[in-house]
Every structure is written in structure tokens, then in C-alpha cells.
């Protein structure tokens, strides 16, 4: 079965940097489209990033582009969401998911497709 497990979250004042870890277990990376979503008290679901499973093509939001960056490690089966320059706008839980269908950009985009969901790791950002 496979298994996501996110951590790396914390408490960290405007301006400042984080990167989320996701482990995953049971299915390889380097053929699983990897994304990155948040979920802030009273909003819907938001896409963060995302990575397609063969050429590894990044995608990050519009809003967090220049600020967030996805990658990942093939030999540890870990996909990363480095996180600088935070504002308390950022301020949320975070989900690693995987995808392990073939889908387009904007099926990354959404979280509809993704198949396994981490238990998400607590971000907040102080001002």
C-alpha cells in the first residue's frame, strides 16, 4: 500500500523559510506525479506544486511562484516543498499527495486526482 507521510512543519516568523519533507512508501517516486496542496482555517483546498513522474517538470501556484520550489530525491523516495519567504497568508496544513495515472498540468492542479494523501503537516507563519 502506499503510505505518504509529510513533515517539516513548524512555527516561523514573516519572511522566513521552510521546507516540507514527504516520505513515501510503497510506490516509487520517479514514476508517481508527486503535488503539494494547503488548506487554510475557512478556505477551500489550494494547489502548491507539483511534479510529473518522468521528466520531473515542476509546477508551483501562481501566488507562490518565486517563493516555493518542489523537488525531489529518487534514491531516498522523498519529495521536498521548499518554502521561502513566507507571509502569514501562508498559513495552513500541508498535503504531499501522489497521482499514479498519467495526468495533464491542469489534472495536476487539481487535487481530485491524486490518489494517496498524506496527513498533512502544520504551517504557520507569524507577523
Known amino acids: 500500500q502506499v503510505q505518504l507521510v509529510e513533515s517539516g512543519g513548524g512555527l516561523v516568523q514573516a519572511g522566513g523559510s521552510l521546507r516540507l519533507s514527504c516520505i513515501i512508501s510503497?510506490?516509487?517516486?520517479?514514476?508517481?506525479?508527486m503535488g503539494w496542496f494547503r488548506q487554510a482555517p475557512g478556505k477551500e483546498r489550494e494547489f502548491a506544486a507539483a511534479?510529473?513522474?518522468?521528466?520531473?517538470?515542476?509546477y508551483i501556484a501562481n501566488s507562490m511562484e518565486g517563493r516555493f520550489t518542489i523537488s525531489r530525491d529518487n534514491a531516498k523516495n522523498m519529495v521536498y516543498l521548499q518554502m521561502n519567504s513566507l507571509k502569514p497568508e501562508d498559513t495552513a496544513v500541508y498535503y504531499c499527495?501522489?497521482?499514479?495515472?498519467?495526468?495533464?498540468?491542469?489534472?495536476?492542479?487539481?487535487?481530485?486526482?491524486?490518489?494517496?494523501w498524506g496527513q498533512g503537516t502544520q504551517v504557520t507563519v507569524s507577523s
Open positions: 499527495a501522489a497521482s499514479t495515472g498519467y495526468p495533464s498540468e491542469n489534472y495536476l492542479r487539481s487535487g481530485s486526482y491524486y490518489d494517496y
Open positions: 510503497g510506490r516509487s517516486v520517479s514514476r508517481t506525479g
Open positions: 511534479i510529473t513522474r518522468n521528466e520531473a517538470n515542476t
